[in-house]
């Protein structure tokens, strides 16, 4: 193995953690080359959320369609897994810090999945078209495709409290803004269409987009890889989960559960039954 002088060995250190996002040095912050002090008070949240993780500043049109997506989804009750997850540990003796970290470790598939699955529906009905195919057509032949993989939920789509979600149509309306402004192609916003419409036709009826769907809409239109769809929605949703974590912690109640003492849980076991007499030889039986 070949010694590595001081100087390389340094060069290697520094590099070890290499990073594009953020230089810093005493007295020095730069976010991907703009000076701190010259972002404070000039950029938005959202500017600095696109600033983070593409590299350069949106134009304002990018930036308002981005903030109004994150907007709705900051919270959906207690009744939602996260945010009832989040009051939970506060009863728990959790500090803020920790319900937040409890609460966002459960948006995975299931519960906070849905909008990145989306993103990866329209993205996959988008290469079976190919620029000039058939939007619905596609769409029906990739829905058919995952329904025969079993997949009984097409991401986006439905909702288990909603008829019509109330968070669609103002984000829908302000797509079309965007498109009419030339800020996005609306490439995504047909592809979503063209799913509603094909769900419809395999089902029998009409399946309206959910807030997942519409989002998915906005982060393909905005450019965003589905996984960052996913980050982007657990940004939003964090704002709900801190502010129902803090509203529990100023109430000072003690080990809450998912639902009151007074309401018994179903037991599906056995009735009660007595332990055989012999039950302790059997076990030592089995040992020789």
């Known amino acids: 193995m070949t010694t590595k002088k001081p100087e390389e060995l340094l060069a290697d250190c520094s590099a070890w953690w290499d990073t594009a996002i953020i230089d810093i040095h005493p007295g020095k912050i730069a976010i991907r080359g703009y000076p701190i002090e010259e972002l404070i008070g000039r950029v938005r949240f959202p500017d600095m ?53 409890s609460a966002i470790n459960v948006l ?43 997949e009984k939920i097409v991401p986006g789509f439905g909702h288990r409290f909603h008829p019509i979600d109330p968070r669609t149509a103002p984000l829908f309306a302000l797509v079309a803004q965007a498109v009419a402004g030339g800020v996005v192609t609306g490439r995504w916003a047909a ?31 905005l450019g965003f890889e589905p996984e960052l769809g996913r980050g982007l929605f657990i940004l939003s949703r964090s704002v709900g989960i801190l502010a129902h974590a803090w509203e529990q912690k100023q109430r000072g109640r003690r080990i809450m559960g998912p639902m009151p003492r007074e309401i018994p849980y179903r037991y599906s076991g056995p009735a009660l039954r007595s332990v055989p007499l012999d039950a302790g030889a059997a076990g030592a039986r089995g040992t020789d």
């Open 108 to 150: 995975d598939d299931i519960h906070g999945g849905a909008g990145q699955q989306c993103m990866e529906l329209y993205r996959a009905i988008d290469a079976e078209a190919g620029a000039e195919g058939d939007l619905v057509q596609a769409a029906t032949v990739v829905i058919r495709r995952q329904i025969d993989a079993g």
């Open 49 to 101: 959320i696109w600033l983070m993780l593409r590299g350069d500043l949106p134009t304002r049109g990018q930036s308002d369609l981005l903030e109004a997506a994150l907007v709705p989804g900051v919270d959906h009750g207690p009744h939602a897994p996260s945010i009832a997850i989040a009051r939970m540990a506060v009863t728990c003796g959790l500090p803020v810090n920790g319900a937040m970290a």
């Open 191 to 221: 592809i979503g269409h063209a799913v509603e419409a094909a769900l419809g036709a395999i089902k029998k009826r009409h399946i309206p987009m959910n807030i997942d769907g519409i989002t998915a809409v906005i982060f393909c239109e």
